[in-house]
C-alpha cells in the first residue's frame, strides 16, 4: 500500500476497507460531546456494544435460575468455559483442550510457574527479556524466592545492545545457549509492553527447549493482536489477560495454554481446587484430587461467569470476522501507516521530533508504535488528549499508540498525525 499523508486518502482507504464496519461494534469514550480517536487497546480495550446485553442475559439466569443456573438454562455455567474455549483456541493457535479462561493474568502466571518452573541444584536459572512488565518480575523474583534460590543469580535478563531500545533474536538465543543445561525456564513477554517489539516466539521456544529448559510466554500484549501457533511451536505453557487487544473489560478473565504433550505427565505439580477435578465426578465431592484432562486441570476455583460473559461478547466479534488473519492484514497496514504520519512530520521539520523505538518489519511488531518524543515529549502527548486523542505516556518519554484494527481507522492515524505535525511545527516556529 502507498500511503498519502492527507484526508482523501485515509478517507479512501477507510471506504476499501472490509473490516471499517467493525467499528460500530464499539463503544467509544465521550467527552462534552466530544468523540475520543481511542489508540489506547494495547491498555484497555473499548467495550463492545454487545457486553451489555450478554451481561445482562447472566444477571437473568441467575435471577431467573439461581443456583440451578449451574445447570439449567440457555448457557449452563458448570459448561460456559467450554464455548469460550472454543473461541480462545483460535486466537492463540491451540486445540480447545489446551486453552482455558480462569482467574486473572499474574495469578495465572505464578500457577503455570508451580507447574513449569522446578529449578534444581544445577538447573534453577530463568532467562526473560530486560526491561518485562513490571508484574512479571515481580512474580518471577517471588518464585525464585520461594524455591530458595537467589533473583540476581537465578534470573538471567537479555538487554538490548548499546544505544538500541530492542534486542535480536540472535542475541536472545546467545544467551540461552550460554546458560545452557543451567535454564530451568525461558519466560518471554510475547510482545515487549514498552517497545512494541513482536519476539520470535517459534525461534525462542527451540532454543530454549534444545537446552531441556521449559519454554513459556506472557501474551499479554500479543493475544488478539497477532497471529500466534502455540501448539506447533511446543511452545510449553502461556498464559494472558484478556482486557487489553481482546477488550474483555477492566480486570476481565485471562487465558492459559498448557500444550497437550503435558497432558499424561502425572508427575507435574500443580495447585489444585475442586474445579480442576475430573469433570464428570467434580460433585461426587471424593478425597483424592483427579485432574480433569487438559487445561481445566488447572482450574482452582469455580466459574467467573460475568466476566466470562465479556469475555464471550469480545471473542464473537473476533469469530466474526474469522479471527486473526483479516485483523492482522489491516493492522499491519494501520500500524505502517502510523509510523509514516509521523515520519512525515520529522521530514517536514527537517529533524528527527519524534524517534521511533518500535521495530519496522512486520514479523517484529503488532499494532502498538513506541515513539520516543524529543523536546518536551509530554506536551506532545497533552496536545494529543486536548485533541481528543487517546494513547498513552510512559515515563520518561515514550507515547505509546496503537491502533486497532478491529475499530481504528486510517482517518484515526492521519488526524493523528495532524495534531502532532501542527504542534511539532509551531514549536519549530518559536526555537
Ligand atoms: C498488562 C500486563 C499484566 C497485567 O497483569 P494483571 O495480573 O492482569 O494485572 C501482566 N503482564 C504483562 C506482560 C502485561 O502486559
New binding site residues.
Partial sequence: MLFENHLEFAKAADAADKLAPMRAQFLFPNHNGKEFIYLCGN?LGLQPKVAREVLQKQLDNWQNHAVEGWFEGETPWMFYHKELKRLMAPIVGASPTEVCPMN????N?HLLLVSFYRPNANRFKIIMEAG??P??QYALESQVRFHGFDPKEAIIEVKPREGEFTLHTEDILDVIALHGDQTALVLF?GIN?FTGQLFDMAAITKAGQSQGAKVGF?L??AAGNVPLSLHDWGVDFACW?S??YQNAGP?GI?GIFVHEKHFSDETLPRFAGWWGYKEANRFAMQKGFIPEFGADGWQISCTQVMPMALYHASLTLFEKVGFMPALREKSLKLSAYLRYVIEDVNETLGYKQFQIITPIDDAERGAQISIIAKNDGKKYFDALVANQILGDWREPNVIRLSPVPLYNSYEDVYKTGVVLKNLAQKSHDTL
Fill in positions: 491498555s486473572t493474568l499474574t495469578v502466571l518485562a512488565f508484574s512479571d513477554g509492553y506472557d499479554a500484549h489477560c482486557y487489553k480486570g485471562s
